[in-house]
Nanobody
Framework: QVQLQESGGGLVQAGGSLRLSCAGS????????MGWFRQAPGKEREFVAS????????SYAASVKGRFTISRDNAENAVYLQMDSLKPEDTAVYYC????????????????WGQGTQVTVSS
């Protein structure tokens, strides 16, 4: 199984950018589809983006499409989320997750999860 650790969160003004990273260890990283999810206070965890094991397929939530970009580097056992044109409603704890199988947007489809990193966007 794989262990995941997110980094790169922080406080940014609206319109700014952040790049989140997720480092994988303890498993064969390239075997997994990777996803990013987020959870705002008082809300359910929601899908943000996913990427297939080889990086050829990606999927985005409508709320972030055109602003966020998911990518991965299997040689580095890492997946990234470039977030541009950030909005206050993007404020949440962001989690990376891994699953065996094709890209998917449902939370319960992902077996392995990181601890999360806080992203706060001020207006």
């Amino acid at each position: 199984q794989v262990q995941l650790q997110e980094s790169g969160g922080g406080l940014v003004q609206a319109g700014g950018s952040l790049r989140l990273s997720c480092a994988g260890s303890g498993g064969t990283f390239r075997d997994y589809t990777m996803g990013w999810f987020r959870q705002a206070p008082g809300k359910e965890r929601e899908f943000v983006a996913s990427i297939s094991w080889e990086g050829g397929q990606t999927s985005y939530a409508a709320s972030v499409k055109g602003r966020f970009t998911i990518s991965r580097d299997n040689a580095e056992n890492a997946v990234y989320l470039q977030m541009d044109s950030l909005k206050p409603e993007d404020t949440a704890v962001y989690y990376c997750a891994a699953r065996s199988g094709p890209i998917h947007s449902v939370t319960i489809a992902y077996k392995f999860w990181g601890q999360g990193t806080q992203v706060t966007v001020s207006s």
